[in-house]
């Protein structure tokens, strides 16, 4: 298992911006593809954004594209996915995860999970 963590949530208003970081314990990112979901109350884990092992493929779910983009750092020590024009439906509990090489958007298909980081958009 890998250990990850994620950092960079809050509470903003509509309009406003974050941007979250997930990064490794001890290793780095670069043999594993990294992927963002998000878990509202009362609701399904969905898929946000992914990023594969050399940054050079990306998806995005239909919802955030435009508003929303990953990155990966030269040394692939941390991934980070910038929120723009933020809105009260984003408001959820965001979960980074990690599986190797390749994207994918199916939950059950990654094999490492951080304990998520809250994000409250107020209107």
């Known amino acids: 298992q890998v250990q990850l963590v994620e950092s960079g949530g809050g509470l903003v208003q509509s309009g406003g911006s974050l941007r979250l970081s997930c990064a490794a314990a001890g290793r780095t990112f670069s043999t594993l593809a990294v992927g963002w979901f998000r878990q509202a109350p009362g609701k399904e884990r969905e898929f946000v954004a992914a990023?594969?092992?050399?940054?050079?493929?990306?998806q995005y779910a239909e919802s955030v594209k435009g508003r929303f983009t990953l990155s990966r750092d030269s040394a692939k020590t941390t991934v980070y996915l910038q929120m723009n024009s933020l809105k009260a439906e984003d408001t959820a509990v965001y979960y980074c995860?990690?599986?190797?090489?390749?994207?994918?958007?199916?939950?059950?298909?990654?094999?490492?999970w951080g304990r998520g980081t809250q994000v409250t958009v107020s209107s």
């Open positions: 995860a990690t599986r190797a090489m390749v994207i994918t958007t199916t939950p059950t298909l990654y094999t490492s």
């Open positions: 990023i594969n092992w050399s940054g050079a493929d990306k």
